[in-house]
């Protein structure tokens, strides 16, 4: 019995499904990592893509001299003999809605996959910085800077813990090319 105590056949073993277990958890961490990155890489284009188009749908308010590359919100109002500014991020949430197949819960636009949410967006703050009425350079661009927040669940960790809460900056530029 002794001599059986001693031997050293299979003491590798342990430490063979150890070092493999570990592996598993590291891949299924940096699987999770590269997950998380692609969804809110795709919300961030998918805002940039919803504020710009509706920039672009609203084009009768942008300053007519657009050929110069001007792209500023602006509209000429006869019966004040003046140009005013006009800006609309009213539908922004709505084209966002038709991009990424999202559905309203509550107070959240949710995004379901196989009867599970995949991630919920909420409280959209779309904030536009209009271009001087007469820009110093051409370098001045229609820019918008939303902020939206952003809960995914997480895949890692078996519902053991809490879903990633966010708050994702945006910055979006339109500059007409003509």
Do not use: C
């Not at 073993?13 to 998380?36: C, H, K, M, N, Q």
């Not at 609203?58 to 001007?70: A, F, K, L, P, V």
């Not at 038709?98 to 819960?105: K, N």
């Amino acid at each position: 019995m002794i001599n059986k105590l001693r031997e050293k056949k299979g003491s590798i073993f342990p430490l063979t499904i150890a070092i493999v277990l570990s592996l598993f958890i590291i891949f299924a961490g940096v699987s999770e990592y590269l997950r998380l990155k692609l969804i809110v890489s795709g919300i961030k284009e998918a805002i940039q893509t919803a504020v710009i188009s509706l920039s672009i749908e609203n084009y009768d308010n942008i300053y007519s001299s657009s050929r110069e590359g001007y792209s500023g919100g602006y509209k000429y109002i006869d019966e004040k003999d003046r140009w005013e500014e006009m800006l609309h991020t009213e539908d922004v949430f709505n084209k966002l809605d038709e991009l990424l197949d999202l559905r309203i819960e509550e107070d959240h636009h949710v995004k379901v996959v196989n009867g599970e949410y995949e991630y919920k967006l909420s409280d959209l703050e779309v904030n536009i910085i209009n271009t001087p009425f007469a820009p110093n350079s051409s370098g001045d661009v229609f820019e918008a800077d939303s902020y939206i927040s952003l809960e995914v669940p997480l895949s890692f960790g078996w519902e053991h813990l809490p879903p990633l809460k966010i708050r994702l900056k945006v910055k979006s530029k339109y500059m007409a090319k003509f």
